[in-house]
């Protein structure tokens, strides 16, 4: 009776259960071995020549796992990969999305998706220590393009840049190099990317929509994630502010802004910023949704009125 190896034990606990026969050689595991631990059932085939713990549920990221181990010249990609980097925004399909080289058949299971292109740099992918190969935080938000509507993906762009610690060149340069005429999602990642406001990134996705929604009626002047030090409370940040009429803009759509000492924190900047010549205006969740037109309006309303005031 075969039984595992500790080092087999020990991958198959930091590969999310899954092991390539490859893998499980490496580990002291002989074909035969493998062959009799899958009759007693003590692991399952996934894929071909892949293998997993049957205690081990098949979840995403198991699965994501498998198909590396069978196909290394693959990479996780698209929605997916939105997920392992815990994007917002994204469609839940339930399969895993890869790239795939030209005129390649990775695999026929329905549940891969793959992409078949040969527009990959090395640098666009990470391998991680868990066994799974996926697109960089740049890459992805771009891959993203083909499958989320503008504000969403302009939402995208702004976390990558904030988790990432990265920068506008920096995703310009992920794209470049492949645009074309049969890449027209590419295109429109780099008009989001050239139409971002000033300031550092948004936070949330509320403030990329209330943020995309006044730029887009014209208001000028208008940042993002601004910076002050408010005598008798310290640094601050405003998510949206139009500093030529110091008009700060919360939104608050995080459920901390209703509990007890969010709202006294909140109460106390805003105290803050008023003694020093600025007007806070917060929008909540029911400014959202259908009723943005109307928010919008009464924002632009409120910067005319600061400057018939200046």
Known sequence: MAHFTTEALEFLRTHHGIASAVDLRRCGLSSPAVRTLVEAGNLTTVLKGVYRLPAVTLDEMARCAAVCAAHPELAISGPTAGRLWGLRRLPRDHRIHVLAPPVSHPTNARWVVPYRTSAVHPCDLVRRADGITVTSRARTALDLARFVPPTDLLSIIEQVIRDGDLDDDELRAVAVDWMSTQRPWIRRF??????????????????????????????????????????GYGPARFDLAVPSVRLAIEVDLHPTHSETAGRRRDAARDVAATQIGWAVERAVEADFGNALPVTTRRILALVAALRSER
């Open 190 to 231: 780099l008009e989001l990317l050239d139409g971002r406001l000033h300031g550092g990134p948004a936070e949330s996705h509320g403030e990329t929509v209330l943020g995309d929604a006044l730029a887009a009626a014209g208001l000028v002047g208008l940042v993002r994630q601004y910076r002050i030090d408010l005598p």
